[in-house]
């Protein structure tokens, strides 16, 4: 199979766990490609035009095509370069696959940060059904390397980016330790083997800079 | 492949079942329906949806899948060698059924749905506007998808067909109590007429819920405020 002339650009922001997860997965397939970092809140005419109906990153721009939506860019980009493959090759596994990510980014995302941040039926509440719900996690990453078995996977790079390198800084800012060492073992023994991966480290937002922006929108969240 | 142990979860009425079957018949798989009571979950909806405790869920040789349009994907890929395809081959156009597919989820039926729970005369107007809206952006894709063909998949129903048009009962349901048309000839040709085809298709019709009791269903879910 000859290479043609591809090209590939990816629409991102630093601090984006969508974003960030479509980096490493190009990485890790070792797919050339142009990054152009967005500077939030300010948005490139290049973003809307790309994505004028939710006028948001991660955009992939593949040759003359158009991809919006992580979870989809992911599957895409799996699709399309065969080496390193994320997603399980078993149709059970890749539904359980689909399954945690969008749990991850919508039970996990809402408990984790904006009913934590506002905590209305008080701090303690918030981060007990947050953990009930990364309890899940914790069962389904035991006795594996990684989400995805042996490699990294689809899983680990959406569970990654959002939470230990996103959530997580959220919630060093308000001096919540949400994942300990004793009741979480799983999930800590994890977030250090993916720490360890190349494609990985590249893709990782700076962590006090990180930390300074999560607490940011936690106060704009309380105070709205 | 034989007739394995196949069961769903579910009810007559709900969209998200609805797509589970419409996938099940595509495929000609043979399934067990287990219809839950209204106002009650069964031991094995919650044993086999711990997470979210709903339905459909699709029990396959004893493994549950959940999430319709997981489950409809799954069916499509575990019985890959039997019926029609449901999801497009080229993975761009599979990239674009699921885009489209979560923006029916995600915003367009929130604005169908904030309808029926409006309170007052003029948030029912401005979910009205924003259904409109958003609306007409499905018949662009329903253009763009189909390329002239009958269904968003082409030939026939796909992914994308399954994903609105198990919203159409309910959609007519919501139409009736709004007093207003949204699929119609002159606003929404294409889709008024693929709305047709599809409730027609033989897939599709037997589990279509007769509307006059999806309303009343829907009477008791969304019950008017007392005045």
Same mark, same amino acid.
């Given at each position: 199979?000859t290479?043609?002339?591809?090209?590939?650009?990816?629409?991102?922001f630093?601090?984006?766990?969508?974003s960030?997860?479509?980096?490493m997965?190009?990485k890790?397939?070792g797919v050339?490609?142009?990054?152009?970092e967005e500077d939030?809140p300010?948005k490139t005419?290049l973003?809307l035009?790309?994505n004028p109906?939710?006028?948001?990153?991660?955009?992939l721009?593949?040759?003359?095509k158009i991809?919006?939506?992580?979870?989809?860019i992911?599957?895409y980009?799996?699709?399309?370069w065969?080496?390193?493959?994320?997603?399980?090759?078993?149709?059970?596994?890749?539904a359980?696959a689909?399954f945690?990510?969008?749990?991850?980014d919508?039970?996990?995302?809402?408990?984790g940060?904006?009913?934590?941040v506002k905590?209305?039926?008080?701090?303690?509440?918030?981060?007990e059904?947050?953990r009930?719900?990364?309890?899940?996690l914790e069962?389904e990453v035991t006795?594996k390397?990684?989400?995805?078995?042996k490699?990294?996977g689809?899983?680990d790079?959406?569970a990654?980016?959002m939470i230990?390198?996103?959530?997580?800084?959220?919630?060093?800012?308000?001096g919540?330790d949400?994942?300990?060492?004793e009741?979480?073992?799983?999930l800590n023994?994890w977030?250090k083997t993916?720490?360890?991966?190349?494609?990985v480290r590249?893709?990782?937002?700076?962590?006090?800079k990180q930390?300074?922006?999560?607490?940011?929108i936690?106060?704009t969240i309380?105070?709205? | 492949m034989?007739?394995?142990?196949?069961k769903?979860?579910?009810?007559?009425?709900?969209?998200?079942v609805m797509?589970?079957?419409?996938?099940?018949?595509l495929?000609?798989i043979?399934?067990?329906f287990?219809?839950?009571?209204?106002?009650s979950?069964s031991?094995?909806?919650?044993k086999?949806n711990p997470?979210?405790?709903k339905m459909p869920?699709?029990?396959?040789a004893?493994?549950?899948?959940c999430e319709?349009?997981i489950?409809?994907?799954?069916?499509d890929?575990?019985w890959?060698?039997?019926?029609p395809?449901i999801?497009?081959?080229h993975?761009?156009?599979?990239?674009i059924a699921?885009?489209?597919?979560?923006?029916?989820?995600?915003?367009w039926f929130i604005?169908l749905r904030?309808i029926?729970?409006?309170?007052? &005369?003029?948030? $029912?107007? @401005?979910?009205? *506007?924003?259904?409109?809206?958003?609306?007409e952006?499905?018949?662009?894709?329903?253009?763009?998808?189909s390329k002239g063909?009958?269904?968003f998949?082409?030939?026939?129903?796909?992914?994308l067909?399954i994903a609105l048009?198990?919203?159409?009962?309910w959609?007519r349901?919501?139409?009736l109590d709004?007093?207003?048309?949204?699929l119609?000839e002159?606003?929404?040709p294409?889709l008024?007429?693929?709305?047709e085809?599809?409730?027609d298709?033989?897939t599709v019709?037997?589990?279509m819920p &007769?509307?006059t $009791?999806? @309303?009343e269903f *829907?009477?008791?879910?969304?019950?008017k405020p007392?005045?």
């Open positions: 199979m290479e043609k002339e591809e090209s590939v650009k990816l629409l991102g630093w601090a984006s766990p969508f960030r997860r479509v980096e997965a190009l890790l397939k050339p490609y142009e990054y152009l939030l300010n005419p973003l035009e790309l109906l939710h006028k948001k990153v991660p955009v721009v593949h040759n003359d991809l919006l939506e992580s979870h989809l992911l599957e980009i799996d699709q399309i065969k080496k390193n493959p994320i997603l399980p090759q078993d149709p059970y596994e890749k359980m689909r945690w990510a969008k749990f991850i919508e039970q996990i995302l809402t408990l940060f904006r009913s934590l905590a209305e039926k008080g701090r303690e509440v918030a981060i059904e947050t009930e719900m990364l309890m899940f069962k006795g390397d990684f989400f995805g078995g490699t990294i689809f899983l790079m959406i990654g980016s230990p390198f996103c959530l997580a800084r959220l919630w060093e800012g308000m919540i949400m994942i300990p060492g009741k979480f073992p799983e023994r977030i993916l720490e360890e991966v190349e494609a590249g893709c990782i937002p700076p962590r006090d930390i300074e922006r999560m607490t940011k936690a106060e309380r105070s709205a | 034989a007739t394995e142990d196949v769903l979860i579910g009810s007559w009425a709900s969209v998200y797509r589970a079957r419409i996938a099940l018949h495929k000609s043979s399934y067990e287990l219809q839950e009571t209204f106002g979950k031991e094995l909806l919650l086999s997470v979210h405790k869920v699709l029990i396959h004893d493994k549950p899948v319709s349009n489950i409809v994907q799954y069916i890929e575990a890959n060698s039997s019926g395809s999801l497009p081959s993975p761009y156009d599979r990239a699921r885009f489209w597919a979560a923006y029916i989820d995600d915003q604005s904030s029926l729970t409006a309170q007052g &005369e003029e948030e $029912k107007k @401005a979910a009205i *506007a924003q259904v409109e809206e958003r609306t952006l499905l018949e662009k894709a329903f253009n763009d998808c063909k009958p269904f998949n082409g030939d026939h129903i796909g992914y067909d048009g198990s919203f159409l009962g959609w349901v919501v139409e709004a007093n207003h048309k949204f119609d002159t606003k929404t294409s008024a007429k693929w709305a085809r599809f409730c298709d033989p019709k037997p589990i &007769e509307i $009791k999806l @309303a *829907a009477r008791k879910l969304f019950p007392q005045a």
